[in-house]
Antibody, heavy 116, light 107 residues
């Protein structure tokens, strides 16, 4: 089955760190750009970051620059998002999504809650 | 950053209606415009990309059009399963911004 499954979310204190993972299956993971998109509770979608097939190019939204690192392990069909210096405004469901121009496959998301 | 403005933010419609949602970009984005449907508690689902190509498996009652700064998503013969929130997204430049969403509710 073609799918993406996120994990690693949870409750973290402001200033803390979290590493999200996304496990891909059913398709050739190494052939695709991959992205992270988040959605704060009751709010709209926000593109967070993306990474090229071989990891050689990465881009992110300004609000997370310097605090977030995106990486991938094509041998393990896995995508990662290391988030540091977390803030309350980072509270959201984080979705892993396939694609660069548009996102044709999404995971179910993992909830990150930043609160003391 | 390119700002994407959707209108209306919400609408009420009946089964069988035609619904039109517009998305305006703050600058020209050529045809780099895509539409998603999101149902409550679920992940978004790609409907249409670039900006009139129907994603595989999406019913033909969904249509996308436009170029430059103004785009439209049209749903013909609205069905019960179409009640959801719809988002546009541009990929002309980084960051790949989304519109604020349009919630389609049952009248």
């Amino acid at each position: 089955e073609v799918q993406l499954v996120e994990s690693g979310g949870g409750l973290v204190q402001p200033g803390g760190s979290l590493r999200l993972s996304c496990a891909a299956s059913g398709f050739t993971f190494s052939s695709y750009w991959m992205s992270w998109v988040r959605q704060a509770p009751g709010k709209g979608l926000e593109w967070v970051a993306n990474i090229k097939q071989d990891g050689s190019e990465k881009y992110s939204v300004d609000s997370v620059k310097g605090r977030v690192t995106m990486s991938r392990d094509n041998a393990k069909n896995s995508l990662y998002l290391q988030m540091n210096s977390l803030r309350a405004e980072d509270t959201a469901v984080y979705y892993c999504a396939r694609g660069y121009w548009y996102f044709d496959l999404w995971g179910r998301g993992t909830l990150v809650t930043v609160s003391s | 950053d390119i700002q994407m403005t959707q209108s209306p933010s919400s609408l009420s419609a009946s089964v069988g209606d035609r619904v039109t949602i517009t998305c305006r970009a703050s600058q020209s984005i050529s045809s780099y415009l895509h539409w998603y449907q999101q149902k409550q508690g679920k992940a978004p689902n790609l409907l249409i990309y670039a900006p009139s190509t129907l994603q595989s498996g999406v019913p033909s009652r969904f249509r996308g059009s436009g170029s430059g700064t103004d785009f439209t998503l049209t749903i013909d013969n609205l069905q019960p399963e179409d009640f959801a929130t719809y988002y546009c997204q541009q990929s002309y430049s980084i960051p790949h911004t989304f519109g604020g969403g349009t919630k389609v509710e049952i009248k």
